[in-house]
């Protein structure tokens, strides 16, 4: 029974078309990506970094390396986007639609349905972040040759790898970027629980991201950063760094998750004490 209503939210979760529109989006904003570093002046600024610090450019101007710093601003201002736009849907619109009531008129509890619901959007994330990693891969290869990779992001890594180390740290940090894409799932899906409107749901935990983005920038904040979720997100940057720091990064993956399952339990704390029939 239980894999057969995971089925259910599953079909229901994919058979809606705003549920691809972060597919889309990521692909169109990767190709033009590309094609401005390819075209523009940012590949001579890229070179000029490496030959100042004595490597050769054209080793490591590479695909790998352009996939890294097409993922970034991505990252940052896309992801959380599309995730907490699915995340806010998850509950709220049903409810808006009305087939909450008929859902729950079955034998099943709030708890096991939020659970099911929640972690269908989790193996939302997984896709929509493996889809990103590998399309970016795939279209910086069309451009650019497949050489050694070259990580450098200011105060935090600079790094020059061979192609088969590169490939196998990229693959990792997409693992970590799925967490990243849990937790801003999971803050939408916690004010999706809350009696409230699937767009306020989504602005909600927007709103939550960028100001803990905003905190995490301050530098009179600087001794408050572990505080800050951003300061976590970077985990998956600090991949590339040698050597690399795994106890750090584990830290910020234990304190993720523990963030995803707090929340998690705060919206269903709050769906359980809501007036569904009324």
């Known amino acids: 029974m239980f894999l057969l209503q995971f089925r259910n939210e599953l079909w229901k979760l994919f058979g809606k078309k705003r549920t691809y529109i972060g597919f889309g989006a990521f692909f169109v904003a990767q190709i033009l990506m590309c094609v401005f570093l390819r075209y523009s002046e940012a590949q001579r600024d890229l070179a000029a970094l490496l030959e100042g610090n004595g490597y050769l450019a054209e080793n490591y101007i590479s695909a790998l390396t352009v996939a890294v710093y097409m993922l970034i601003p991505q990252i940052l201002l896309l992801m959380p986007l599309y995730t907490t736009l699915v995340g806010g849907d998850m509950v709220a619109k049903e409810a808006e639609d009305g087939t909450l009531r008929m859902i729950l008129s079955r034998p099943v509890s709030r708890v096991r349905l939020l659970f099911l619901k929640w972690l269908t959007g989790v193996l939302f994330c997984f ?152």
């Open 127 to 278: 896709l929509l972040v493996l889809a990103l990693g590998f399309v970016a891969a795939a279209i910086a290869r069309v451009w650019f040759p497949w050489r050694d990779m070259f990580v450098w992001i200011p105060e935090l890594v600079f790094s020059v790898l061979d192609a088969g180390e590169g490939l196998k740290l990229y693959a990792l940090s997409q693992v970590f970027l799925a967490t990243n894409a849990v937790v801003a799932f999971s803050i939408a899906f916690m004010f999706s629980c809350f009696n409230m409107k699937p767009a306020a749901a989504t602005i909600l935990a927007l709103s939550v991201l960028f100001l803990s983005l905003v905190m995490d920038n301050i530098p009179f904040f600087e001794r408050y950063k572990e505080w800050f979720l951003p300061h976590h997100f970077r985990c998956w940057l600090h991949v590339f760094a040698q050597p690399t720091p795994w106890a750090r990064i584990w830290e910020s993956q234990c304190i993720l998750v523990g963030v995803a399952l707090t929340v998690f339990i705060i919206g269903a704390a709050a769906f359980q004490m809501r007036d569904i029939k009324s």
